[in-house]
């Protein structure tokens, strides 16, 4: 009797033993359950924070040619504002030179001009003297004075 009293107590032993690993492997499946649910979930967020980073880096890249169109547009105006300041700097030039051209040309007009008028007042009246009348001189109440 022993034997079959030791038997019954080994089996309830063993089924303790055999309950306790069902309940271990049953809570090792649930957290290998949860496991997997929060290595799916930071995949998910590598996954969302990879296409971030790609877009961000896309953004970038964007932005840095753009940057690059508008220094090379930036540029080119530079270069145009230059060229134009250069011609203006030219027709300033020229026309300083014209308007002094110009100037020149009334005042030896002028000269001529007066010069003739007195020659033609000297004929008409060859017993008055000219010789005071100048161009640079003005009549103020009936007198030539120098300017």
Same mark, same amino acid.
């Given at each position: 009797?022993? $034997?079959?009293?030791?038997?019954?107590?080994?089996?309830?032993?063993?089924r303790q033993k055999n309950l @306790?690993?069902?309940?271990?492997?049953?809570?090792?499946?649930?957290?290998?359950?949860?496991?997997?649910?929060?290595?799916q979930e930071a995949e998910q967020?590598? $996954?969302?924070?990879?296409?971030?980073?790609?877009?961000?880096?896309? @953004?970038?890249?964007?932005?840095?040619?753009?940057?690059?169109?508008?220094?090379?547009?930036?540029?080119?105006?530079?270069?145009?504002? /230059?060229?134009?300041?250069? /011609?203006?700097?030219?027709?300033?030039?020229?026309?300083?030179?014209?308007?002094?051209?110009?100037?020149?040309?009334?005042?030896?007009?002028?000269?001529?001009?007066? @010069?003739?008028?007195?020659?033609?007042?000297?004929?008409?009246?060859?017993?008055?003297?000219?010789?005071?009348?100048?161009?640079?001189?003005?009549?103020?109440?009936?007198?030539?004075?120098?300017?």
């Amino acid at each position: 009797m022993k $034997a079959t009293a030791k038997m019954p107590k080994d089996s309830s032993s063993q089924r303790q033993k055999n309950l @306790e690993l069902r309940k271990r492997i049953e809570r090792l499946q649930s957290e290998l359950q949860h496991s997997q649910g929060l290595l799916q979930e930071a995949e998910q967020l590598q $996954a969302e924070k990879s296409k971030e980073a790609a877009d961000r880096a896309r @953004e970038a890249a964007d932005r840095g040619q753009e940057a690059a169109s508008l220094t090379k547009e930036k540029n080119s105006l530079l270069d145009e504002v /230059d060229k134009l300041k250069r /011609d203006l700097t030219l027709k300033d030039e020229t026309l300083a030179k014209a308007t002094n051209s110009f100037k020149e040309d009334v005042v030896q007009s002028c000269l001529v001009g007066f @010069e003739a008028a007195v020659g033609q007042a000297s004929a008409f009246h060859p017993t008055l003297d000219f010789t005071e009348h100048d161009l640079g001189k003005t009549l103020v109440d009936g007198q030539l004075r120098d300017d």
